[in-house]
């Protein structure tokens, strides 16, 4: 069993930043792969961005490609995700995911533990 806890959300400007943490108990990610998805009121949960634990390799939504960053700490058994040049619609509740097969994929069905969420408000 894993537990997921999302943490760093809050209230920002447009062009500001935030940092968000994802941090694992339970069992450590290891060969995981680590998702982000966020979903805004009335709209279906959408991909972020993703992270291969072994190895590192990276993918990103395309609204957040050259914007958000995501990285991990092995000591720490978390996962950043580096939101800069924040606009109003990136407002969303933002979740954090672990495929423990180790895939990095853009669909939520990938994944088999989530957190509770972060919410992330961007305001004009």
């Known amino acids: 069993q894993v537990q997921l806890v999302e943490s760093g959300g809050g209230l920002v400007q447009a062009g500001g930043s935030l940092r968000l943490s994802c941090a694992a108990s339970?069992?450590?990610?290891?060969?995981?792969?680590v998702g982000w998805f966020r979903q805004a009121p009335g709209k279906e949960r959408e991909f972020v961005a993703a992270?291969?634990?072994?190895?590192?390799?990276?993918n990103y939504a395309d609204s957040v490609k050259d914007r958000f960053t995501i990285a991990k700490d092995h000591a720490k058994n978390t996962v950043y995700p580096q939101m800069n040049s924040l606009k109003p619609e990136d407002t969303a509740v933002y979740y954090c995911?672990?495929?423990?097969?180790?895939?990095?994929?853009?669909?939520?069905?990938?994944?088999?533990?989530w957190g509770q969420g972060t919410q992330v408000t961007v305001s004009s």
């Open positions: 995911a672990t495929d423990i097969t180790g895939r990095a994929l853009e669909h939520a069905g990938g994944y088999q533990y």
């Open positions: 339970g069992r450590t990610f290891g060969w995981s792969g």
């Open positions: 992270i291969k634990w072994n190895g590192g390799s990276t």
